[in-house]
Each structure stands twice: as structure tokens, then as C-alpha cells.
């Protein structure tokens, strides 16, 4: 059957989980909540270290993929811009106002390159590059739109993901860059993505300070050609106290420190205690639907409004019961003492916060258990 626009405005005008001003208790189930006064702590908290750190702070959008919470960070969070992985997240984040963007990733695909020149005729916008065909593609199409991409060299500093080898191919790739019109050099993106959630402090430090020395060594080459680097990027929110101590990076890329999430609260300090300066702010609001066994409880929250690739989701403030168990529709809650009925309503911590953000429409803003702002998650399924 054939459905109109219309008809297509009126489906999706009914999927809003909530009303401003209506009560959390009456909030549809599952949803994605956010607690606003443990957000703005969040973003408050990074804020104050990084200033105190003197470097910058480039928030990644990949976390939230939401228009309205990078002009929070922007606004309120001292970010000089933010990060997108993909050309069409950068895409909605610039139609949404924002206007510096880096893409930290690789953009190869012809019709990609085109549409971020299109972008950089809009609004200051980076990108990484580790592949000297690239630099080609992306000067051609800059010209082409009469525009300038700025551009930095990824260097794999342990990841093994993207990224070039050696300083040596970093200068190769720097130089091209630095003789291509419309393109200018920015720096080197220096991420160690595998350290974030290592747990203990004492080995994700010796990570870093692998992937800082690194990087170092490709400054220094660098700077001995001529090439100056303004930017030099990386860290997340399981490692930013050591790649802001380091001397070597100035722009820090920290997304999940707004939300935290079940996995990175199992990321140690120092004194080998769980990391407390950011609280969880973003939850799952789900209610219990089927309760025909004495022991456990099945509430209305499965794979479809969360991912588990960090594990189950934790049940906040409940040592009583445990989520154990999924499947697409349903999850099953341990509940040894019998306390949970139907539609009791409770607050789940996802394991991973950046794949569950992209399975919802919407954030719910919560303050004294009010909603007090509806977020639509602007970059939902902008994948590519």
C-alpha cells in the first residue's frame, strides 16, 4: 500500500514518546531518557578540566548524533566545533547550524567527496586522510565547489583501524596535502580508539603514552619539513587525562563523557575505583509487561532500542534484580524477591550509549522528574 507524505508526517507525528511538562511516570516505554541536571554535570565537568588542561575540546557527534545537544556543548561545553565519522552526519549537523565540523574518518567514495566539498562551501570543515590518491580526490572536488577542506593526517597510533604506518608516510601525505589547491594541512589525528575502555589505569596510560610518543615523533618530522600542525587530535573520554597532560595534543574528541554508560563505568582510575567525575545522565525508560513467574519479570525493552556489544544493560539504582537476558521485543529482569508488577517503570544503563542513541527518535529531557525538552536524535541511521 502506497502512503502518502501526509499520511507519513501523521505515523511519525505519533511515534513522540512524550509531551513537555508531562510526568516521567507517564512517559512511553521503551524510550531514551536524559536526566539534564546529571548532563549539564557532565558537560560542566569536562569543561572545567580541559580549561584547566589549556587545550580544546571537539565533541563527537557520533555519541548523540543530535543538532541540539552539539550547540549544548558548543554553547555551554566550550567545544570550538565538533566530530562526525560520516559525510551525512556532517551534513545534518551543518543544515543544523553548526558550522565546524571534522569528519575524523576516511571520505574515498566519489559521490562523498563531492558532497563534503559541497559542505566546505557552507562551513569549516576537516577531514582525516591516510591515502595519498585521496589528497587528489578531495583537491579536485574543493575546486570544484570553490571551497577549502582542511585536512589531517591519521596516524594508526594502536588501533589498528585506519591510519598511515610511519612518520615517513604521514610527511608524504602532509606534503601532498600542503602543494594541493583547495586543501589546506591542519595536523595529524592521533586516536587510540582500543585503549578507551581498557580498566585498568595504570595500562591504558602506558597505551597512550605509546600513541603520544608517536605522535610526537611524526610532529617533529613534520616541523623539520616546514609543516606546522595546528591540530593535533585524539583522545576520548576513557583516556583524555593522559593526551591533555601529554604536551602533545591540543584538541581533545570526547563523546560519551555526556552520557557515560555501563561499560565505561567499569574504566578504573588511579586508585582503582570506578571513574566518578561523570555520572550516568542517559537511560532506557522501560516497564515491566509480563510478570506470570515468581522469580523473574519481562519488561518492553530488547535489542531494538538498545545494542549489547558491551554487554547487558544495568538496572539503575536496583541491587535487588538484574537484566539477563534479551531478545528483540522483551528483556528478562531477575526478581528473586518477587517486588515487580505490571507497568512498574524502570531506568536501564545501556552497556554501549553510541549504538543505542541511533536505534531511537528522540530524547527525552528529564528535571525533577518532568519532561522539560524533547531532542529529536537529528543523524539517526546517517551511516554513510
Not at 567545544?79 to 565519522?85: L, N, P, R, S, T
Not at 558550522?99 to 566539498?117: F, G, H, W
Not at 554487554?311 to 517486588?339: A, F, K, M, W
Request: proline residues 2%.
Amino acid at each position: 500500500m502506497k502512503i502518502s507524505s501526509r499520511q507519513t508526517e501523521l505515523v511519525v507525528g505519533l511515534n513522540i514518546p512524550a509531551e513537555i511538562g508531562m510526568e516521567l511516570s507517564e512517559v512511553a516505554t521503551p524510550a531514551l531518557i536524559i536526566e539534564l541536571d546529571a548532563f549539564e554535570h557532565n558537560v560542566a565537568t569536562l569543561r572545567e578540566r580541559l580549561d584547566v588542561a589549556g587545550v580544546r575540546l571537539r565533541a563527537h557527534s557520533k555519541t548523540h548524533k543530535s543538532v541540539d545537544i552539539a550547540r549544548y556543548q558548543i554553547d555551554h561545553g566550550g567545544a570550538c566545533g565538533i566530530c562526525c565519522q560520516k559525510v551525512s552526519e556532517a551534513e545534518v549537523m551543518v543544515a543544523g547550524g553548526i558550522t565546524d565540523v571534522m569528519v575524523s574518518n576516511q571520505v574515498v567514495d566519489p559521490k562523498k567527496v563531492a558532497r563534503l566539498a559541497q559542505l566546505a562551501s557552507q562551513a569549516r570543515i576537516l577531514v582525516c586522510v591516510d591515502n595519498l590518491r585521496n589528497v587528489d580526490d578531495l583537491s579536485a572536488a574543493a575546486m570544484s565547489k570553490q571551497a577549502n577542506i582542511e585536512c589531517l593526517v591519521e596516524i594508526d597510533c594502536g588501533a589498528a583501524r585506519c591510519g598511515v604506518q610511519s612518520s615517513e608516510a604521514a610527511l608524504e601525505i602532509a606534503q601532498k596535502i600542503d602543494s594541493c589547491s583547495g586543501l589546506r594541512f591542519a595536523g595529524i589525528q592521533a586516536y587510540q580508539g582500543s585503549a578507551q575502555h581498557i580498566r585498568d589505569y595504570a595500562e591504558r596510560g602506558r597505551e597512550i603514552d605509546a600513541a603520544a610518543g608517536m605522535a610526537a615523533d611524526t610532529l617533529t618530522l613534520l616541523n623539520r619539513n616546514g609543516l606546522d600542525c595546528a591540530i593535533v587530535a585524539g583522545a576520548g573520554t576513557g583516556s583524555y587525562p593522559f593526551e591533555a597532560a601529554s604536551g602533545i595534543y591540543n584538541e581533545m574528541q570526547c563523546g560519551s563523557y555526556i552520557f557515560m554508560d555501563a561499560d565505561y563505568q567499569r574504566v578504573l582510575d588511579a586508585q582503582g575505583e570506578q571513574i566518578s567525575e561523570f555520572v550516568n545522565s542517559l537511560f532506557i525508560w522501560t516497564s515491566i509487561m509480563s510478570k506470570t513467574r515468581q522469580d523473574d519479570a519481562i519488561c518492553d525493552a530488547g535489542l531494538k532500542v538498545m545494542s549489547v556489544d558491551s554487554g547487558l544493560p544495568v538496572v539503575y539504582g536496583r541491587e535487588d534484580i538484574e537484566y539477563v537476558g534479551c531478545s528483540d521485543e522483551h528483556g528478562v529482569i531477575t526478581d528473586p524477591g518477587n517486588q515487580l508488577k505490571l507497568n512498574d517503570r524502570l531506568k536501564l544503563v545501556p552497556g554501549h550509549c553510541d549504538p543505542t542513541c541511533n536505534l531511537h527518535d528522540w530524547y527525552v529531557g528529564i528535571r525533577n522528574d518532568k519532561v522539560e525538552c524533547l531532542w529529536p536524535v537529528s543523524a539517526r541511521g546517517m551511516a554513510f
